[in-house]
Structure formats: C-alpha cells, structure tokens
C-alpha cells in the first residue's frame, strides 16, 4: 500500500467484509509501523531502543495515528472479541498511553462504556475516575501485547480502584500479539493478529549478528532495513 493511500482508508469498505491479517499488516507496513526480518543473514536486523536486537519491529502508534486506520482495526479486533464471547460487556477497559484511544474505539463498535487506566509510580495502572458497579462485565484491550505485564498492571490497578469485586470477561482483545501468553488468570487473549518476533540481549547473543547481519535502529534507517533503501 502507498502510504498517501492510509489516509482513504474507510471503515465502510469493511462493512460486509471482514479485514484480514494481511490488510491490516500492509497498513502496518505502509505507516512504517510493522517490520519482520526474511531470515536472509544477509539482509539488516533490528536494534531496539533497549540495546536488545530483535528480528521484528512493532510500533502500533505510528500506524493508529491516522485515526481511520484506528476505527477499523478495533471494528476488526471487536468481531474476533464477538466470534469468541456473545456475553454482556458493559465496559472496554485499555491502558495509558497507546490503548487508550484504541480501546475507546473497541468501546464504540461494542457499545459499551469506556475508559483507561493512568500511569502512576512503579509502573502501576491507576484506575480513579468511574465506579464500575457490581456484575459489569469488563473487556481488557490492548493495541499490542508484547509481555503480560502491562495487562496485569491494568487489572490490577481497576480492582484496587473499585474497592469491589470487578467481573472482567473470560475473553480479552489484543490488536497486535507478540507474546507467547494466551491466558491471564481465567481470561483468554484473543489476538487479531499473532507474529512470532524473537529478541536477544544483545549482539554477543544475537545469532543474527554472529552470522554478520547488520544492525539498524528501524525508526533511523527504516528504508534500509526494509530493502527500500
């Protein structure tokens, strides 16, 4: 896709066709958002911004900056929610920063309540705005699962907010699953799209280096690393 052509991007297209992994991975692609490495040693590999090397690149803001783009990934992400749970949902909870406006547009195409969780000190997912009454069913969200940890900050940031028992979904959505978690507690993660991106400590370890693959900070050298240079 030509990135000029992000901008035409329309929900109604997607009315009565469901969008498929590969639409969305060519959007990705086109916003310079999503990258995995062909296995040619030859070719560069990533360098993250932890010093880490990695054979793929995420970065989901880069493409839900274009807020159409946005609305029909999580009309996308809300039909996988409903192919697998038909139950009540009355909220759609994300995180603070890059969920949260996602999440919102999972609310709207589930027509359910919506807020995020705000960062607070150590890390911590702080819910303090809305009393979320007994037997209201939550549905987490995330744009991008690369660990559990931020969903499990989230959960327990809106438990300790509410003082009550808060009844989440046995089903979470997750736009972009790079992680090998497929449950938390009682709730399966139900992925768009799952890519298995593998990451190193760094080019003493990395097999990539050691078969003398470059590295590149993809943000930096986005054209290189992707063979459009």
């Known amino acids: 896709m030509n990135p000029n052509k992000l901008r035409e991007v329309s929900w109604i297209n997607y009315t009565n066709h469901r969008m498929t992994e590969p639409e969305l991975r060519e959007m990705l692609e086109a916003s310079e958002a999503f990258w995995i490495h062909d296995g040619n040693v030859a070719h560069p590999h990533a360098e993250l911004t932890t010093g880490k090397c990695s054979d793929g690149f995420v970065d989901t803001l880069r493409a839900l900056r274009f807020s159409n783009v946005c609305y029909v990934a999580a009309q996308a992400l809300a039909k996988s929610i409903r192919d697998s749970y038909q139950g009540p949902i009355d909220w759609v909870i994300g995180s603070d920063h890059a969920g949260a406006v996602f999440s919102q547009n999972v609310a709207i195409w589930l027509n359910a309540q919506?807020?995020?969780?705000?960062?607070?000190?150590?890390?911590?997912?702080?819910?303090?705005?809305?009393?979320?009454?007994?037997?209201?069913?939550?549905?987490?969200?995330?744009?991008?699962?690369?660990?559990?940890?931020?969903?499990?900050?989230?959960?327990?940031?809106?438990?300790?907010?509410?003082?009550?028992?808060?009844?989440?979904?046995?089903?979470?959505?997750?736009?972009?699953?790079?992680?090998?978690?497929?449950?938390?507690?009682?709730?399966?993660?139900?992925?768009?799209?799952?890519?298995?991106?593998?990451?190193?400590?760094?080019?003493?370890?990395?097999?990539?280096c050691k078969a003398g693959s470059k590295r590149l900070r993809p943000k930096q050298n986005w054209a290189e690393l992707t063979g459009k240079a």
């Open 114 to 208: 919506h807020d995020f969780t705000e960062k607070g000190p150590d890390k911590a997912q702080e819910w303090k705005r809305f009393k979320i009454k007994e037997g209201e069913v939550v549905v987490q969200v995330e744009e991008l699962m690369t660990t559990s940890d931020t969903f499990q900050r989230v959960r327990d940031g809106i438990r300790k907010g509410n003082g009550s028992l808060v009844t989440f979904a046995p089903v979470a959505g997750v736009l972009i699953h790079r992680s090998s978690v497929q449950q938390i507690e009682d709730t399966l993660i139900v992925p768009f799209a799952h890519y298995d991106i593998k990451v190193w400590d760094g080019p003493e370890v990395c097999p990539l």
